[in-house]
């Protein structure tokens, strides 16, 4: 019985130097993915900051708006053959409205400035996982487009209950099933002037997405917003 006290405490003092352990591998490797987010961003005569100077989080964008506990780290910013943009490692919290239960989601994202003059309604272009009748954010109304190939690989969401011609057309319909086999992002919204692109979503923590996506991103945000009005009057 006078061992029972003693094998708590070591159990107890295991469980906090294994914490500490953690804590201490995972700032490391929080570091070490900034330091060459930086180097990336110094290459490209990009800006660097390890939070969000920009308050991308606090924005109006839809995926910005999802869950709580909104974080943007390892932001990069600069122009990009002429789009002027801010990407981050993207982290927000989503519960399921049913207890406690919640799940922390990781997108790497890049939000560009288009011309002020388009005014655009908030609309989302996610690609499909599996069927979904419900809406992807409170206020944005799921709609067909009626061609079976595009409404078969992708959910638009708009405001106001009608898809904007000058978002959804032939030619961005066309653009985006062809991006299918080259491209990893996700998802596209417009809103105002402005573009968001992201990554799919990931469960796991993790702080290295965007230097995995960045490039992916750029060419994805130009692509779009070269086909949202006729070339040259975006920028």
């Given at each position: 019985m006078t061992d029972q006290p003693l094998v708590a405490i070591v159990a107890?003092?295991?469980?906090?130097?294994?914490?500490?352990?953690?804590?201490?591998?995972?700032?490391?490797?929080?570091?070490?993915v900034r330091e060459s987010v930086q180097q990336f961003a110094q290459r490209n005569a990009f800006e660097f900051a390890p939070s969000d100077p920009y308050s991308l989080a606090g924005s109006d964008l839809p995926l910005m708006r999802r869950g709580g506990g909104q974080q943007c780290t390892n932001v990069v910013a600069g122009l990009w053959q002429g789009v002027q943009f801010v990407a981050a490692d993207y982290r927000y919290v989503e519960r399921d409205g049913?207890?406690?239960?919640?799940?922390?989601?990781?997108?790497?994202?890049?939000?560009?400035?288009?011309?002020?003059?388009?005014?655009?309604p908030p609309t989302v272009i996610t690609r499909r996982v599996v069927p979904a009748a419900g809406g992807d954010h409170v206020g944005l109304r799921p709609l067909l487009i009626g061609w079976e190939p595009f409404d078969r690989r992708f959910q638009v969401e708009v405001a106001g209950g009608q898809i904007p011609g000058g978002v959804v057309h032939q030619a961005m319909v066309t653009y985006l099933l062809d991006s299918l086999a080259t491209t990893t992002v996700f998802r596209w919204e417009v809103s105002g002037s402005r573009l968001l692109v992201a990554s799919a979503p990931r469960n796991q923590p993790t702080e290295d997405m965007l230097l995995e996506h960045i490039e992916d991103l750029l060419a994805a945000a130009k692509g779009f917003a070269e086909r949202l009005a006729p070339v040259g009057s975006w920028r």
């Open positions: 107890v003092a295991g469980v906090v130097i294994f914490t500490i352990i953690q804590f201490v591998r995972l700032a490391r490797q929080r570091q070490g049913r207890g406690p239960a919640h799940w922390h989601k990781f997108h790497a994202v890049l939000v560009a400035w288009l011309d002020p003059r388009l005014q655009l």
